[in-house]
């Protein structure tokens, strides 16, 4: 059966410490793993802006054997000119795998349906499955094993980065709480199967209103821009209302003093983040953005492991 990854609960608890085990191995010999050998082609879509993604798919597609070919999703028309459904079928009989970062979950949804190859979620309005392997892989640096620790989301809990964070962080039996303004907090349906998932990995997943509960001895703090991409028409509103959940050095102060700071960047300083914090000493910002692509090399090797 072609796997993909569109969500991060496609992965089990067992299937994540693989995978991120598998991350740590191709970090520390980036060069010596050619599954992509051939070399096997990657379709990589962008319908929303990228920096990270594009560059470390492209260089981990290379490191791993493989070509990054780039399809321009407005050229294509995807949706418009023609069907989701056929370009995934032309794309399957070209690519390998298809990585994609668009809107709509039920886009890539229905590209995974009819591409017969695996197709990766690199950033949805729903889920950043692929930031999320990079995040724990460097919390995992940080900090050793992830069990157990208690990682405080900040800002806008209905976006991507919160949806995600609710179900990576109890697949990988961490305490999850997410705290974000009334109006701007996950689904509920999110935080439930984020609750389901750490019955069984002895984590949890709670929302908590108060930004500085929610930062109280946690071991990592993160947060993300408070305008997500798509959402810029309500960026003023949005900075209105979210002050309190900006990451300042004094919200810092209450976390654990060990705590690491993590963000997915693009960062706005003065923003969702104090400079203080993301240019200070506990932010790991930039081995989360450079193991975008050993986390990303170990999904594509995870995928195609038992692929066609
Ligand atoms: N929530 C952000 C993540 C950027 C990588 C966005 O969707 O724009």
């Known amino acids: 059966m072609t796997r993909h990854f569109l969500r991060d609960d496609d992965l089990s608890p067992e299937e994540q410490r693989r995978v991120l085990d598998l991350a740590a191995t191709l970090k520390a010999a980036p060069y010596d793993a050619k599954p992509l050998a051939g070399p096997r082609t990657v379709a990589m879509i962008f319908d929303k802006p990228t920096l990270r993604t594009q560059a470390s798919f492209a260089a981990g597609i290379a490191e791993l054997g493989g070509h990054p070919m780039l399809v ?35 886009r890539i949804d229905e590209m995974a349906t009819y591409a017969g190859v695996p197709v990766v979620n690199a950033l949805t309005d729903d889920f ?93 703090v993160v947060t993300d821009t408070w305008v997500s991409m798509g959402k810029e028409e309500e960026a003023q509103a949005r900075v209105e209302l979210f002050g309190p959940w900006q990451v300042t050095a004094e919200l810092m102060a209450k976390a654990d003093p060990g705590a690491v700071f993590l963000h997915c960047l693009p960062a706005y300083r003065g923003k969702e983040v104090d400079a203080s914090v993301i240019d200070g000493p506990q932010s790991v910002v930039w081995d989360e953005a450079e193991n975008r692509r050993h986390a990303q090399k170990a999904v594509l090797a995870f995928l195609l492991e038992d692929g066609p």
């Open 128 to 220: 950043h499955p692929c930031q999320l392997l990079a995040d724990l892989l460097t919390v995992r640096e940080h900090k050793g094993a992830l069990g157990g620790l208690v990682v405080a989301f900040l800002g806008d809990g209905a976006c991507n980065m919160g949806n995600s964070w609710l179900l990576a962080g109890a697949t990988a039996g961490m305490h999850v709480r997410v705290s974000a303004p009334v109006g701007f907090e996950p689904d509920s349906s999110m935080v439930d199967e984020a609750a389901r998932i750490a019955e069984g990995t002895g984590g949890s997943a709670v929302l908590e209103p108060d930004p500085e509960a929610a930062v109280a001895g946690a071991d990592v």
């Open 72 to 106: 321009d999703g407005k050229l294509a028309g995807i949706g418009v000119r023609e069907s989701v459904a056929d370009v995934a079928r032309v794309l399957g009989r070209q690519a390998s795998v298809v990585v994609w970062r668009t809107y709509a979950q039920s």
